[in-house]
């Protein structure tokens, strides 16, 4: 097959690629999106935008009318058109947030100790059988009545008196309970996390004075006897040591996206090391299960035009069994989209479908702009769609080895050079970007950021790919198969723990908190807006490669400097 750039000129061949590159990104969802978000930021910052809801709803009525009547006169502006739909979705999604987020009800609310009925929405434990969560108010005292109906967060202690009982809290439950009841300050960046999701007050309560009124639901039973199949094949290994050890509880951990199986220690280090994102169940897992499911039904010579029919009800079960986490969410949108446009013989396109999940996962829920779990999956994709592929193709394009090698002169040897070379190339500029991306977040969320996890981020990438996969096979083979694959995956897991802990004795995390949430929205509008301008313009320039790392460095350095002038 002939080169398509054969006999163009060197300059005419970049201006082609990077105008490919511009018209993978360039997707109309875009201008649907970007208000969404600033709308709901908006609307969560500044709670005095409640008062007026109506006259915004008004005013994005007007602006909309007026939109269409300069669009019937043949109004040329562009610029003036898209920024009034800018300013009308707007102001007609500020009034869509503040009905999903609920006013506190009480703000001068004092400590006190109260009997409620709840209903639990999501839960997790620690290894002292201590579970936290959120939970919907189903009854409340007299007095504080208002509270039926909101959402609050709870957190049981005592737990480790009940370790050997099958006395669990479980989603979907409704408990009747005795606690103290707090409001939720703003002044750590927990409670302001947990305020931005509208759980204005927290409920501290003894497992003891805890009585479950009605068992979890027939869905939830469902997916978690399925969680529990799933664990037991992960479980079978050729070794007794190794079944209830801590590196097979990380290896079920990185399945299933559960990091309650992981202990204090090994939340410390993974999250040191920025490599906590392997045990999140995203991009990586959905893949793996989906190629997993066209392997069968191809090898079943199933009608590929039939083949999403089945395979994305078995995704979503497997995304269940997970209990359904944002990223994995995400991604099984994002897959479920581009089978879609296959089938309907459309060209699939991710940044198009990582849009339009994200659209909805905000008209869903708009607390999610809040969320860091939302923020960090879809701020690390949209890197990688967005930074990281223009990056390799062009680095492959222009600096491949043997890249005058014609392909019948290509020895074994240079094939294998060149294999490698994509591999690492892809691995490092998806490292690279994704971790640009998710330093401001996670600084803000989480208080620590690990930028040099983008050297050693390929590695743990590479070994959790086989983990992952290795586990995926157990699950679907007999049981004498499923001892194999769990034992690579044994081993593949513990290279990772040995790996992380050495890593932050060499590469040290940066401890430091990003005060402002408006700071984080920024930094990531401009790190998406430099790379969008640079390839609308076909230039990759200082706004292309230098831009990203540099603002990220201001920022760093900007807020190091703010808190050394404080602390002085």
Known sequence: MNNPTEGISSDDSKDLLL??????????????LLPQVFAFYLAGTFDILRNFSEHLAFLSLALFLLL?????????????????????????????????????????????????????????????????????????????????????????????????SSFHILPTQEIECFGVLRKSEVQTSFDRYINFQGLYYKLSIFVGDVKIVKTESNTYKFFEGLNNFVQEKLSIMPLKFMENSQTSKSFRAMILGDKSLLDKELKRVFSASGT???????????????????LILNLLNFPWRFTPLIAIPILFLYVGICHFPTSAMRAFMMISIAWISLVLMRKPKPFSALLLSALISLFVNPLYI?????????????????????????????????????????TLFKKTIKSLYSYFLGALAISYSATLAAMPISAYFFAISSPFSALYSVFFVFLSTIAVACGMFSVMLPDFLSTYFNALSFAATWLMEKAAAHSLNILPPITLEIPNFSLVLLVEFLLFASVYI???????????????????????AGVAFFNFINNS
């Open 68 to 164: 269409i009547q300069l669009k019937s006169c043949s109004f040329k502006n562009k610029i003036l058109l898209r920024l009034i739909f800018f300013a009308a979705s707007s102001a007609a999604f500020i009034p869509i947030f503040h009905l999903y987020k609920q006013q506190n009800p009480y703000p001068e609310f004092i400590d006190e100790e109260v009997v409620c009925k709840l209903k639990i929405l999501s839960v997790n434990a620690n290894s002292e059988n201590d579970s936290f969560g959120s939970a919907e108010v189903l009854d409340a005292p007299e007095r504080l009545r208002n509270l039926i109906g909101h959402k609050l967060w709870f957190n049981t202690h005592g737990g480790s008196k009940f370790k050997n």
């Open 370 to 410: 809040f969320d860091a779990g939302f923020l960090l999956s879809y701020a690390v994709v949209g890197a990688i769609l967005t930074y990281a592929l223009p990056i390799t193709n062009y680095f492959w394009k222009y600096f491949r080895p043997y890249k005058l090698v014609a392909k019948s002169s290509m």
């Open 534 to 556: 640079s390839l609308y313009r076909r230039r990759l320039g200082f706004l292309f490669w230098g831009f990203p790392p540099f603002c990220i460095a201001v920022l760093f």
């Open 276 to 294: 906590m994102h392997i045990f999140a169940v995203s991009g990586l897992h959905v893949a793996i299960v989906a190629g997993a499911i066209f």
């Open 19 to 32: 105008a490919r590159s511009f018209a993978y990104i360039n997707a109309p969802l875009l201008i649907l």
